[in-house]
C-alpha cells in the first residue's frame, strides 16, 4: 500500500505538489481522472435520456412526409428544416457516444449546428411548419415571440426566460433541454430602428439582438426557475446544443430586394421609360432571393445575421395552394367545417368553384393561408347561427354566389318520405 498511496490508481501518475490525489478506501485518484470519471457519467445520463425520445430517429424524408400532411407547397423550406432536425438528431447521437469517429484521423471532429432563418410573409405557413415539426421530434420544443423580449433590466421578457420554457418544456431536465430546439417568431420585429426624434432607446429591438447574440452561438446561462413552494431555483444550461430557428415576415423588405435586383430601376427625363411591373411568379418567389446584406440593410446587425447561417424561404401562395390548403391537410378548413356540421347531422358541401373563390377573397385581403378562416368564417355564420333551431336541414351547398354575396347556402331538408321511414326505423 505504501507504493499505491503515492499514485493514481487509474492513471499511475506520482504525487506531486501540482498533483494532488484524492484518497479512498483502497486507492487513490488525481484531478485529471475525476474530470474524465465525470465526463464518462454525464455520457451514461445523457444517452440514457437519449434512447428514449431518438430511439429511432426519423431520416430527412420522413420528417418532409410528416410535415406534407399539414403544410401544403414549401418544399425547399420543409427539406431544409428536415435536414436541419436530421443533423441534430446525429449531433445529439455524437454527443451520447452512440456514433463513433468516422474519419480516418485521429482528431475528434465536433460538428457545429447550423442555425436556421425562415423568410416569408404573412400566412405562408412559418408558424405551422415549426410548431408541426415540434410534434414529431423527440426533443423538447419552444415557441417563443420575439416582440414580448426586451433588454435585461427593462419590464417585459428577457431572453433567458426562453431556457426557462426549454426547461420546463423538459419537466426540469436539464440535459434534455440543452437538445432542444427553440423556435423564435416575428424575429423582424426586433429589426434596428432609425433614431427617434425623442432619443428613446430601442430596447425591444438591437438591445435583444445584442442580448441573443451569445445564446443563439453557445454559452453557460444561469436560468431560474421556480421549483416546489415558489422557491426559486437555478439550473445552469449550456446553449451548445440547442437548435435555435428564427422566423418573420420581413415586411418591406421586398423593396430592398427589388432595388438590388434591378425590379425598381426609375429613370427621369423626356424618354424615360415607365417602370416595369415585376413578373407575379418573380414576386412571389421574391424572399428566395435574399442575401445577409438584405437582412443588413433591413435593420439586423451583422453578427446576429452571421448566426443563422441558414436561410429558407417561403413564398407567397397562389389560388391553387389556398385550395389544396383548404381541402388536402389533416385538420384542412373545410373538414374542420364538416365536423361542425356534422355534430348536428348536417351534411355540408363545397363546390369546386366555390373553393376557388375563397382562395381569390384571401388574397385579395393579402393575408395569405391565414385568411382562409375569417371568409369560410364569414360565409358560414349565419347558417350556423340559425342551423341548431332547424332540425328538418340535412345538406348544406356553398356555391360561387355565396361568397360575392349575391346568393344564399343552399339547404336540403327532410322530405314527409324521410320523415315517415324514420319513424318507422324508430318505431
Known sequence: MGSDASTCSFCGVPQAPDVPLIAGIDGH?????????SKVVGNWGRKRNLQKPLEKPPIPEEIKQHLDRYVIGQEAAKETLAVAVYNHYKRLKAESGELTQALGDNDTVEVEKSNVLLLGGSGTGKTLLVSTLARIVGVPCVVADATTLTQAGYVGDDVDTVLARLLDMADGDRDLAEWGIVYIDEIDKLARRGEGSHGTRDVS??????????????????VSVKGRRNQSEHQVIDTRN??????GAFAGIEQVLEKRLGHSAVSIGFHAEPPK?????VKARLYEHTHPDDLRQF???PEFIGRFPILTALHDLDEEALV?????????????????FAYEGVELEFLPEALSAIARE??????GARGLRSVVEGILQRTMFHLPSMPDVVRCVVTEACIDGSGEIEMERKTPSDEFAAAQQHG
Request: hydrophobic content about 40%.
Open 29 to 37: 485518484i488525481c484531478e485529471s481522472c475525476v474530470q474524465l470519471a
Open 205 to 222: 429591438g438591437e438591445g435583444v439582438q445584442q442580448a441573443l447574440l451569445k445564446l443563439v452561438e453557445g454559452t453557460r446561462v444561469d
Open 242 to 247: 440547442i437548435l435555435f430557428i428564427a422566423g
Open 277 to 281: 411591373e415585376p413578373d407575379p411568379q
Open 299 to 301: 435593420g439586423l446587425i
Open 324 to 340: 389544396r390548403i383548404l381541402t388536402e391537410p389533416r385538420n384542412a378548413l373545410v373538414r374542420q367545417y364538416r365536423q361542425l
Open 362 to 367: 384571401a388574397i385579395a385581403r393579402g393575408t
